[in-house]
C-alpha cells in the first residue's frame, strides 16, 4: 500500500465505497420512519463495541462504513424521523447531504478569499439575499455564515461590544470602571450569556427583563429596568429579542424593543435562529413585524430550512460592524487578492480556517426555489394548527400562546401538572420510540411537554399517531396498577 492508497484508496476500492455509501443513505432515509424515533440509552455497551475495533492495520472500508452505519442507525433520536418533534434539529434536505459532500471533498478553505473565491462569494451573495428578506436595504446587508445561533449570538455581543465600547477591543475593560449590561428574557437562548462569560463581561451582565402573561418581553418594564440600572452604575449596550424562543416559540413586541433600543442607544439583536424562516412565506412574515429594526439577527439555516447542522447566519445591516470586530493585520495570510473588491472572510468572522458552511443551503434553495421553501414554511404552520387542534381536542391544557408551529401543554389538573409528573409523561412516549418529544418550563417555572413540527415530511398521520402516544402516557400514569 503506499500513502496514497491509505488514504484515497484505490479505484476499485472507491468506486464500492461510493457505492455502499449511497445504498446506505437511501436505505436510512426509506426506513427510518420504520423504527424508533430515539434509541435504548446504553453507554457501557456502546464504548465496548467501539473499543472492540482493531484499528492497528486498519480494516476494509466495507466494514468500516458497515460499523458506522448500524451505530448511527441504532443510536441516535432521528432527527429525519416524521415523529421527531424536537428541538429544531431539522431532517436534512437531499440537496444539503450533496453539498456538504462536495464541501469535504473540494474541501474550499473559506479564511481568505483568494483560496477559494467562489465559496466566498456564493456565501456574500446569500448574506444579501438573506439580509434583504429580513428587510436590511440590499447595500447595506451584511454578515458572515457561523457553525450555528450560538456562535452568531455570540457574534452579536461581540460586535454591539465594539460599537458601543471603542476601547473594548483593544483592552477589554481591564482597569475600566463600566459595567457594561445586556438585556433579554428569561425565555431567552441561554448561549447569550455564554458569549457574556467569554466576552469577559460575565454572565451577570444578563439582565433578565421580565414578561408579559404570554411570555413575551415587557418592552415598558425594558424600559424602566434600563433606567434603574444607568441609576446603578451600569452601561445598557445591547437588547436581544427572541423570534421564537426555544422553548414555546415566543415572538417578543420586536417593534417596542427597537423603540426602546434607539431611545437608549442600545445595540439592538433579534434571535431568530428557528423563527426566521417565518420571513419567507408571504403569509407568516408579518408575524416577525419589526425585525427589520434589528442592529443584527441569528437565523440558523440548520433548523427550519433543513440544511444539515452546522449552518448559522449572522446578518447585519452595519457593514462596517464585523471588520471593526474582527479585522486582523498579519503577515502569513495569502495577498493573492490584494487591490480587488473583496472581503476576507476570516476577518469578518470569530471563526479563521472555515468549513463552506453556505453551500448546503444554497444548492437547497437553488433546487427548490424561494417558492419552494415558503410552501416548505407554510406547510410546517399548517401541521403546527392541526397539531394545537388535535391536542386541544383530546383535552391537554395548550399553554403557549404562539402562532409558530409548537405546542406546549399539560394535563388538564389542578393543581398543575409537576415537573416529575411531566418528566415522567414525556420519558413514557420517547421510551415508547413512537415520537420524541421534550420537557420544557415556561417562564416561572411551569412544566410543560413541548413539541414541536420540526420535520418536512410530518403530517396529520403523525400528529395523531403523537396524540396517541401521549394518550397512553397519561393513562398509564394516571392508572394506579402503573406506579
Ligand atoms: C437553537 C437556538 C439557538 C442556538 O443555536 P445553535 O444552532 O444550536 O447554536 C439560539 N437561539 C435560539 C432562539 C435557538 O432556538
Known amino acids: 500500500m503506499t500513502p496514497e492508497q491509505d488514504l484515497r484508496l484505490s479505484d476499485e476500492v472507491r468506486a464500492d465505497v461510493w457505492r455502499r455509501l449511497l445504498a446506505s443513505i437511501e ?118 455564515f457561523a457553525s450555528g445561533g450560538a456562535e452568531a449570538n455570540h457574534t452579536a455581543v461581540i460586535a454591539s461590544l465594539v460599537e458601543r465600547f471603542p476601547e473594548y477591543r483593544r483592552r477589554g475593560f481591564v482597569g475600566s470602571r463600566i459595567r457594561p449590561s445586556m438585556y433579554a428574557t428569561s425565555e431567552a437562548h441561554d448561549s447569550l450569556r455564554k458569549a457574556a462569560s467569554i466576552c469577559g463581561i460575565g454572565f451577570d451582565a444578563v439582565r433578565t427583563v421580565p414578561t408579559t402573561a404570554s411570555l413575551r418581553m415587557d418592552a415598558d418594564a425594558l424600559r424602566d429596568l434600563v433606567a434603574s440600572d444607568r441609576r446603578a452604575g451600569l452601561t445598557p449596550f445591547l437588547v436581544v429579542g427572541t423570534a421564537g424562543t426555544t422553548s414555546a416559540g415566543i415572538v417578543d413586541p420586536l417593534e417596542d424593543i427597537a423603540a426602546v433600543a434607539d431611545e437608549n442607544g442600545l445595540w439592538f439583536h433579534a434571535d431568530a435562529a428557528w423563527g426566521g424562516a417565518a420571513v419567507l412565506s408571504a403569509a407568516s412574515r408579518p408575524l416577525l413585524k419589526g425585525i427589520e429594526r434589528a442592529d443584527s439577527i441569528t437565523f440558523d439555516a440548520h433548523k427550519w430550512l433543513s440544511v444539515p447542522m452546522g449552518a448559522g447566519i449572522f446578518l447585519t445591516r452595519h457593514p462596517d460592524a464585523l471588520g471593526r470586530s474582527f479585522g486582523t493585520n498579519n503577515a502569513y495570510m495569502p495577498r493573492d487578492a490584494e487591490g480587488l473588491d473583496i472581503v476576507d472572510p476570516f476577518s469578518h468572522s470569530i471563526q479563521w480556517s472555515r468549513r463552506f458552511t453556505g453551500l448546503k443551503l444554497f444548492m437547497t434553495l437553488a433546487v427548490a426555489g424561494w417558492h419552494g421553501y415558503a410552501r416548505v414554511v407554510d406547510g410546517m404552520f399548517e401541521r403546527g394548527r392541526v397539531m394545537r387542534n388535535v391536542l386541544a381536542g383530546r383535552g391537554w391544557d395548550i399553554l403557549n400562546e404562539t402562532e409558530l408551529p409548537i405546542s406546549c401543554f399539560a394535563p388538564k389538573t389542578v393543581p398543575p401538572a409537576s415537573r416529575a409528573t411531566i418528566d415522567a409523561l414525556v420519558k413514557a412516549v420517547v421510551a415508547s420510540g413512537r415520537a420524541w418529544v421534550s420537557t420544557a418550563l415556561l417562564g416561572s417555572g411551569r412544566a410543560c411537554i413541548r413539541a414541536c413540527v420540526t420535520n418536512f415530511a410530518t403530517d396529520a398521520p403523525d400528529i395523531e399517531a403523537l396524540a396517541d402516544a401521549l394518550d397512553e402516557a397519561r393513562e398509564t400514569a394516571g392508572a394506579p396498577a402503573a406506579t
Open 27 to 144: 436505505d436510512h432515509w426509506r426506513r427510518v420512519d420504520d423504527g424508533r424515533v430515539a434509541p435504548v440509552l446504553d453507554p457501557e455497551g456502546l464504548r465496548q463495541s467501539i473499543e472492540a475495533l482493531d484499528l492497528g492495520n486498519g480494516l476494509p472500508p466495507a466494514d468500516v462504513i458497515g460499523f458506522v452505519v448500524d451505530g448511527l442507525s441504532r443510536h441516535q433520536v432521528h432527527t429525519a424521523h416524521r415523529r421527531y418533534y424536537g428541538l429544531y434539529n431539522p431532517s436534512p434536505s437531499t440537496m444539503g447531504v450533496v453539498a456538504d459532500a462536495l464541501v469535504a471533498a473540494f474541501n474550499p478553505q473559506l479564511a481568505a478569499w483568494s483560496h477559494s473565491p467562489f465559496a466566498a462569494e456564493v456565501e456574500a451573495y446569500l448574506v444579501k439575499e438573506f439580509g434583504t428578506r429580513f428587510g436590511y436595504p440590499r447595500e447595506r446587508a451584511d454578515g458572515v
